[in-house]
C-alpha cells in the first residue's frame, strides 16, 4: 500500500522560511516523478514543483528562485524548502507520485498525500 504524508506546514510570516517534507512508503521515490502541488480556498490546484527519476527539478514561475525542491533517496522522502513566502503562498500543500518515465503534465499523479497547511500573514 503506497502512502504519501506531508509534514513541515505551519504559520509564517511573509519573508519568512518553511521546509515541507514527504515521506514515502509502499514506493521507491527514487524511481518516480515526485511533485508538490498547492490549493489555496477557491483557487484550484497548482503545480508548485517536480522531481524527475533523473534528479531534474522543474518549478512553476511563481515560486522559481524562492522554492527547491530535493529529495533524500536514503529516506524516502522528498522536501520542499520555500523561502521568502509571501501571503500569496497561502495554500494546503499536496506531495503526488506518478510512475511515470517523464513527470506528467497538468496533476495527472497516481498518489498523493493528504496535504499540510501553509499559511502566510503580511
Known amino acids: 500500500q503506497v502512502q504519501l504524508v506531508e509534514s513541515g506546514g505551519g504559520s509564517v510570516q511573509s519573508g519568512g522560511s518553511l521546509g515541507l517534507s514527504c515521506v514515502a512508503s509502499?514506493?521507491?521515490?527514487?524511481?518516480?516523478?515526485m511533485a508538490w502541488f498547492r490549493q489555496a480556498p477557491g483557487k484550484e490546484r497548482e503545480g508548485v514543483a517536480t522531481?524527475?527519476?533523473?534528479?531534474?527539478?522543474f518549478y512553476a514561475d511563481s515560486v522559481k528562485g524562492r522554492f527547491t525542491i530535493s529529495r533524500d533517496n536514503a529516506k524516502n522522502t522528498l522536501y520542499l524548502q520555500m523561502n521568502s513566502l509571501e501571503p500569496e503562498d497561502t495554500a494546503m500543500y499536496y506531495c503526488?507520485?506518478?510512475?511515470?518515465?517523464?513527470?506528467?503534465?497538468?496533476?495527472?499523479?497516481?498518489?498523493w498525500g493528504q496535504g499540510t497547511q501553509v499559511t502566510v500573514s503580511s
Open positions: 503526488a507520485a506518478a510512475g511515470s518515465l517523464t513527470c506528467p503534465a497538468g496533476d495527472r499523479y497516481t498518489y
Open positions: 509502499g514506493l521507491s521515490a527514487s524511481r518516480y516523478c
Open positions: 522531481l524527475n527519476r533523473y534528479g531534474s527539478p
